[in-house]
C-alpha cells in the first residue's frame, strides 16, 4: 500500500479554530488539515482570517510548531455574480498559510460563464502556488464527476482540478467509470467518508447528512474501496467526517481519532494494486 498523506478536514470539528485544529490533527496522526476560512452557506460556520490578524499569527504559529501542513482551504463559490476581487485576499492568505489547494463549489447554472469564472480563479491561484479543485455536489449546478471533468477540461488551466468527495460521488449519477477516466494530472486529493446508501430523497437532507451527519468507513453502504480502487494511489486523502451528534458526546479530540482510525483501516484493507 503507497503510504498516503492524511488530511484533517475541518467539518470533522468546524467550531474549532485553526491553531488547536491544527494541534488536534497532530495529535491524532494527520499531517495536514482543510481550513474552512469561508462559509459553505449564507451565515455559515468559518474561520475569517482575513478579519482577524491575531488569530492569523496564531494560525501560522501552530503550522511551525506543528509541523502539519495545510492541504486545502474552503470554499470558494462559483456564483453568476462571480468577482475575482472578492477572493484575493482568501488567495493571499492561502499562500502565506503555505496552503496547496483551494476547494470550490460551482453554483452557476450557465456552464460557460462558470467555465470562464473558473478559468479566471485558476489564473489567480496560480499565482499564489495553489490549485482550484472543484467539487461536484448533486445539488448544485456542477452536480456529477462528468460535469467537473468537462468545466475544468474547457477551462484548460494546468492548476484546475477535479475533487471527487465519497458522499457526493454516491449521491450523484457519477459512475467508477467516470472517475477512473479522470486525469491523474487533474486530481490533487480525494475526501473520504461513508454514508447511507440509498441516501436521502430530498436536497435538504442530503445537505444536511453531507454538513453534519455522515458515517465512519465502514459503516455505510458507498463503494469505498471500488472508488479509490478507481483513483491514483498516491493521492492524499482528505478525512470529511462531519457528525455532530458523535463529536458533541465524545467531544472533538475523541471523534477525529475515530475518523483518523476508520480511514486507516479502511486503507490498510484495500487490495493490492497489480
Known amino acids: 500500500m503507497t503510504q498516503r498523506l492524511l488530511s484533517l478536514a475541518q467539518l470533522v470539528a468546524l467550531p474549532v479554530e485553526p491553531p488547536r485544529f491544527l494541534q488536534i490533527a497532530a495529535e491524532v496522526g494527520c499531517q495536514g488539515v482543510g481550513l474552512r476560512l469561508l462559509p459553505s452557506a449564507p451565515g455559515g460556520v468559518h474561520h475569517a ?3 482577524r490578524p491575531e488569530l492569523l499569527r496564531e494560525t501560522l504559529a501552530a503550522v511551525r510548531d506543528t509541523g502539519v501542513r495545510v492541504l486545502d482551504l474552503e470554499v470558494v463559490r ?4 462571480f468577482s475575482l476581487e472578492a477572493w484575493r485576499r482568501f488567495l493571499e492568505i492561502g499562500e502565506q498559510l ?7 463549489a460551482g453554483d452557476d447554472p450557465d456552464e460557460a460563464r462558470l467555465t470562464d469564472a473558473f478559468a479566471r480563479l485558476c489564473e489567480a491561484a496560480a499565482a499564489h502556488g ?3 479543485d472543484l467539487e461536484c455536489m448533486p445539488w448544485t449546478a456542477v452536480a456529477d464527476v462528468r460535469t467537473a471533468a468537462r468545466v475544468v477540461a474547457a477551462a484548460d488551466q494546468p492548476n484546475g482540478g477535479v475533487l471527487v468527495d465519497a458522499l457526493h460521488f454516491a449521491r450523484s449519477a457519477s459512475t467508477l467509470a467516470d472517475v477512473a477516466a479522470l486525469p491523474h494530472a487533474r486530481l490533487n486529493y480525494v475526501q473520504v467518508c461513508d454514508g447511507r446508501v440509498p441516501g436521502p430523497d430530498t436536497v435538504e437532507a442530503m445537505i444536511f447528512d453531507a454538513r453534519c451527519e455522515r458515517l465512519l468507513p465502514g459503516e455505510g453502504g458507498i463503494d469505498l474501496a471500488g472508488l479509490l480502487g478507481a483513483l491514483p494511489d498516491d493521492l492524499p486523502i482528505s478525512i470529511e467526517i462531519p457528525s455532530e451528534s458523535r463529536a458533541r458526546e465524545l467531544g472533538h479530540v475523541a471523534w477525529a481519532c475515530q475518523a483518523v482510525e476508520a480511514t486507516r483501516r479502511l486503507l490498510a484493507g484495500l487490495p493490492p494494486r497489480a
Open 49 to 51: 482570517l482575513a478579519e
Open 78 to 81: 462559483l456564483g453568476a455574480d
Open 98 to 104: 503555505g496552503g496547496r489547494h483551494v476547494l470550490v
Open 130 to 132: 495553489l490549485t482550484a
